[in-house]
């Protein structure tokens, strides 16, 4: 007798990125870029994604008139590249949230603290595009706080900033994740980056950076708390 759950041999099988899809439209959520997906990933299915792209990206290979099969340089490139936007470059939009050990604020510590600079490594979702930089967290905790471990922060940024998007997103989207995880008086971000779409094509400047902030809560009420936070961080000059 045969499951109905089986596919009939021959019967056309939806390739993976339409079923993830699907279910995220069944759900009515949101997958943009700088989204993440993971939730509506299925055990197996990473792998899946990493050989559709892989096959699609020989395709593009193909279309730029690359002759992968005796080019040494090039006969896995598209396999390559598929396990690094993957498993690496985009992560952060197929892997959940790394694991946060909180602790309670016991002592009621409400002065300023200030993490960075945390190196951080993006991609324009407009060229794809390296963006590398560097950015700087201040918070105000206060009695109800969750203290999170040093490294947790730096962890936490790298997954938020692993994925296709612009960088007053990515900041905004992580001051968004910290202040619902550590629940502190207020929090600062800024981030300082270059970005290699003005680097490597375009108008083709290596000087130029990008330097964005975010403030919530005590610091975007509070001038001289403000001004101290900034006084603090070394952004180039």
Not at 103 to 129: K, Q, W
């Amino acid at each position: 007798m045969s499951n109905p759950d089986l596919p009939v041999p021959g019967e056309d099988i939806d390739p993976v990125s339409t079923r993830i899809r699907k279910r995220l439209q069944a759900a009515k959520t949101r997958f943009f870029a700088n989204d993440n997906i993971s939730a509506f990933i299925e055990t197996g299915e990473l792998i899946e994604i990493e050989n559709e792209v892989a096959e699609k990206f020989a395709a593009v290979l193909d279309s730029l008139v690359i002759d992968v099969e005796q080019d040494h340089n090039t006969r896995e490139t598209a396999r390559r590249v598929a396990k690094m936007y993957l498993r690496e470059v985009f992560a952060g939009r197929y892997s959940p949230a790394p694991p946060v050990t909180e602790f309670p604020n016991i002592s009621a510590l409400n002065e300023l603290m200030i993490v960075g600079p945390i190196t951080v490594r993006s991609a324009c979702s407009h060229h794809f595009c390296p963006i590398m930089g560097r950015l700087w967290i201040g918070l105000m905790p206060n009695g109800h706080s969750n203290l999170i471990g040093l490294s947790k922060y730096a962890r936490v940024a790298e997954w938020i900033m692993s994925r296709p998007q612009i960088q007053e997103e990515a900041v905004t989207q992580l001051a968004d994740h910290f202040m619902e995880r550590v629940r502190p008086d207020g929090l600062a971000i800024v981030m300082e980056a270059d970005h290699f779409c003005m680097h490597w094509r375009g108008v083709k400047d290596n000087e130029s950076k990008m330097i964005n902030s975010v403030m919530r809560g005590s610091f975007l009420k509070d001038p001289a708390l403000r001004r101290e936070f900034l006084s603090l961080i070394t952004p180039s000059r």
